[in-house]
């Protein structure tokens, strides 16, 4: 039962007011926009690491494509730079020849370019070395052979003719 003396009721709520306040409201937006920049550029650099990730296996494959093509020799065996691809000009190609501590071999280097407009993003490089025989080495030896079998040649026809006399 209710008591004489007390006229009002007490409220149900103690001090605490069923909304939210402007600082609450504040923090949170701020911890969202926070949340969001990282996220964006999380995303970036995930899209970046991706295009970079495949112009430097292209890179690989026209590399090794080059130095193949030089090995078989269709590609001459001379010093080039700078010499762009016949399918994309934005890729260009450079060869290097140097000398190793054996003579019979030397140290062919191709490497392969991208670069673009487009800053930083789009500029890769990739350099593959390899050991090849030098072919003066054989054109020495297949002239001497060539030589060899003249002289060879030429003493076995004298021998022959002084046998029938």
Request: hydrophobic share 45%; glycine share 6%.
């Amino acid at each position: 039962m209710r008591s004489p003396f007390r006229l009002v009721e007490p409220p149900l709520w103690k001090g605490t007011p069923a909304g939210l306040t402007l600082l609450e409201v504040v923090l949170a937006m701020a911890i969202l926009f926070g949340s969001l920049a990282v996220l964006s550029q999380m995303a970036w650099n995930g899209s970046r690491a991706a295009v970079q990730g495949q112009l430097m296996t292209q890179a690989v494959l026209r590399c090794e494509a080059k130095l193949a093509e030089v090995a078989s020799g269709a590609v001459p065996l001379q010093a080039t730079s700078n010499t762009a691809f016949a399918d994309d000009p934005q890729w260009t190609w450079s060869l290097a020849l140097g000398e190793t501590a054996f003579p019979e071999l030397m140290l062919v280097e191709v490497t392969v370019s991208h670069s673009s407009g487009y800053g930083s993003l789009g500029n890769v490089s990739h350099t593959m070395r390899r050991w090849l025989r030098d072919p003066a080495i054989y054109e020495v030896a297949l002239e001497q052979a060539a030589q060899s079998q003249t002289t060879t040649s030429t003493t076995s026809s004298s021998t022959s003719t002084l046998g029938s006399r």
